[in-house]
């Protein structure tokens, strides 16, 4: 995926420009081909070292163990839903965050978790969620 997108990226491949320049199914084989050819390098450096050495890329942040692509906007239709799915599994009662101080939450901000304004500010900066909006009221 770091390859894909740093490859794109250095590139200056923009895709809505290339949807206007050609049918979405040659985008879709040239994207294809693009993916392919970093899959391949992929390989190649798993066949020469053992394994595929994670790197961080201009869209990519490598976290060992966790192997979920870095927040982005094309992920936000799915929020909502997975908030609600949280929702029904969660009991907010049984939830303690002083537990989860210094551990890493997946989030915007790719820093350990605290409850200090200084912590959630900035993803509210980025996102607004007004849940978070009434907490940061207080």
Same mark, same amino acid.
């Given at each position: 995926?770091?390859?894909?997108?740093?490859?794109?990226?250095?590139?200056?491949?923009?895709?809505?420009?290339?949807?206007?320049?050609?049918?979405?199914?040659?985008?879709?084989?040239?994207?294809?081909?693009?993916?392919?050819?970093?899959?391949?390098? =992929? /390989?190649?450096?798993?066949?020469?070292?053992? @394994?595929?050495?994670?790197?961080?890329?201009?869209?990519?942040? !490598?976290?060992?163990?966790?192997?979920?692509?870095?927040?982005?906007?094309?992920?936000?239709?799915?929020?909502?839903?997975?908030?609600?799915?949280?929702?029904?599994?969660?009991?907010?009662?049984?939830?303690?965050?002083?537990?989860?101080?210094?551990?890493?939450?997946?989030?915007?901000? =790719? /820093?350990?978790?605290?409850?200090?304004?200084? @912590?959630?500010?900035?993803?509210?900066?980025?996102?607004?969620? !007004?849940?978070?909006?009434?907490?940061?009221?207080?």
């Amino acid at each position: 995926m770091t390859n894909k997108l740093n490859y794109l990226k250095v590139q200056k491949i923009d895709i809505q420009k290339r949807t206007e320049q050609f049918t979405v199914e040659k985008v879709k084989e040239m994207l294809g081909d693009i993916v392919m050819e970093c899959f391949e390098r =992929a /390989k190649e450096q798993q066949r020469a070292e053992g @394994y595929i050495k994670l790197e961080r890329g201009f869209a990519t942040i !490598p976290l060992p163990g966790i192997d979920v692509p870095f927040h982005s906007r094309y992920l936000w239709a799915g929020v909502m839903h997975f908030r609600a799915y949280l929702s029904k599994k969660i009991n907010p009662s049984l939830l303690n965050p002083d537990m989860l101080i210094g551990k890493y939450i997946l989030d915007l901000v =790719a /820093k350990p978790f605290d409850i200090m304004r200084e @912590y959630a500010q900035p993803t509210y900066d980025q996102t607004p969620p !007004p849940r978070l909006d009434k907490v940061l009221k207080k």
